[in-house]
């Protein structure tokens, strides 16, 4: 589904400012917006007049936009009366509170008092319950555009939730605690509509299916995917039957996001890893995908995606050393996470004779690393920073011999030691974007009250 970004911006200043000022700040701030990934709807300059006069206007010019925020620009100092007469006709939305700053001219400072405006304003938003964030611009410095793009990313976050569905194949895989949910306090704090379906939609699918999709499929993968030695066709066939019956329920529910039932489901009852399911439902109908019934962690994935635009992976502990983790998958990675070619591999995993494995190597860099999380009634957010680089050789214990090398990453988080981490973990598998994304996490999980712990 895809999604505007929209953006309301309304500039504020007192009457007896001279209006040629406060609309050269205003371009100014407009012009400042123009480099972010959002479309700006301006609301224009509003002045304290008696009637409310440019207040009313502003409302109008953004009324029935489906903005995922408003910016209240201060460019001079205004009594807050009149800031509030707007903006409580956008409380619903969260708000950014950016003060613009003076200027030098002939070797001294010339100020319309920005932040006598804002320092106004700030308890004021806070007293009255707004979901705000109040950002400041400082002379002779750059404006805060990333806390600003930050913010946004998060209000767009926040605002693409509260209408994301994500599917679950089964539920409680090897009955896991950790990946279960709790279906009201999800909708209605975080926004998500879950729906379960049952394995049983999936194979009466296949018997339905377009032989010439499934022809198309078993072409793709044989043209597109690097295999890394011979693999059964009926393997491949049956991979592209199980992901078109799958993307029927997709197609017809709107999902975002999917996760299957894999161990105690799709291995046990039909005999079919579904690493190659997963990695052709990305490709066709471009969701997030997660394995095991890990509903939050599927969810943790429409979070980050939202918020950075990017298929966002997952992957899972393996192993801790001094100063970094080692983490990888037993089965997939996304191409969006994919460096090089996507390399495919059959091998046999204890009484599995038919999986076909994703072996390709995973892209290297700057992540951010998030696992939501539900405790004791209230959700918290695992997240940190750091370095992925690529791994040294090592191999998980039970394939054939030689044992492939899965893909994976060893990262070295600089928000937090590795001890600091171990303590704070939420789960096994880990949700990774590439980029600092922290900012806007913290101001997400603000928007969400959910608690952030940053270790």
């Excluded at 959002?38 to 009324?63: F, N, Q, R, S």
């Excluded at 295999?227 to 009926?234: G, H, L, V």
């Excluded at 046999?348 to 009634?377: E, P, Q």
Aim: charged share 25%; net charge negative; aromatic share 10%.
């Amino acid at each position: 589904m895809e999604r505007k970004k929209l953006v309301g911006f309304i500039g504020f200043g007192e009457v007896n400012t001279p209006i040629e000022r406060l609309h050269l700040k205003h371009d100014e701030a407009l012009e400042t917006l123009a480099a972010l990934d959002a479309e700006i709807i301006d609301g224009g300059l509003v002045i304290d007049d008696p009637a409310y006069e440019t207040g009313d206007a502003a409302i109008a010019k953004l009324h029935g936009k489906d903005i995922c925020c408003l910016i209240v620009c201060v460019e001079g100092w205004i009594p807050t009366h009149a800031v509030i007469h707007v903006t409580d006709a956008f409380r619903h939305l969260p708000i950014l509170l950016w003060g613009m700053c003076g200027w030098h001219d002939r070797g001294h400072i010339v100020t319309t008092a920005d932040q006598a405006g804002t320092t106004a304003i700030r308890p004021a938003f806070e007293t009255l319950g707004y979901r705000f964030k109040f950002v400041y611009s400082v002379m002779d410095k750059p404006a805060p555009v990333e806390k600003i793009r930050a913010f946004i990313d998060a209000a767009f976050a926040a605002q693409s939730l509260r209408t994301a569905k994500m599917g679950t194949m089964g539920y409680r895989d090897m009955l896991l605690y950790g990946t279960q949910f709790e279906g009201q306090s999800m909708r209605g704090q975080i926004g998500v509509e879950v729906e379960p379906f049952e394995m049983l939609e999936m194979v009466q699918n296949v018997e339905k299916l377009d032989e010439a999709k499934v022809r198309e499929g078993v072409a793709f993968v044989k043209n597109t995917w690097k295999f890394q030695k011979p693999c059964d066709e009926k393997v491949i066939e049956n991979g592209v039957k199980y992901a078109l019956a799958v993307g029927k329920k997709i197609a017809e529910r709107g999902w975002e996001a999917v996760s299957l039932i894999d161990v105690d489901g799709m291995k046990k009852l039909c005999g079919f890893p579904p690493a190659m399911v997963f990695m052709l439902l990305e490709h066709y109908y471009g969701v997030q995908t997660v394995p095991e019934n890990d509903v939050m962690g599927g969810v943790t994935q429409l979070m980050m995606h939202f918020l950075t635009g990017q298929t966002v992976p997952y992957l899972e502990y393996y192993e801790f050393f001094e100063k970094s983790m080692l983490i990888g998958v037993p089965d997939f990675i996304p191409a969006a996470a994919t460096d090089g070619d996507v390399k495919v591999l059959p091998a046999a995993f204890g009484l599995l004779n038919t999986s076909l494995l994703n072996v390709s190597k995973v892209k290297t860099g700057y992540v951010t690393c998030c696992r939501l999380a539900y405790k004791g009634g209230k959700y918290v957010m695992h997240v940190y920073t750091g370095e992925a680089k690529t791994p040294p050789s090592w191999e998980e214990f039970g394939w054939d011999d030689p044992a492939p090398q899965l893909c994976s990453l060893e990262v070295f988080p600089d928000s937090c030691t590795v001890e600091e981490f171990a303590q704070q973990v939420c789960g096994q598998h880990v949700i990774v974007a590439y980029g600092n994304y922290l900012e806007a996490v913290r101001d997400l999980c603000k928007l969400l009250d959910i608690e952030l712990i940053l270790k």
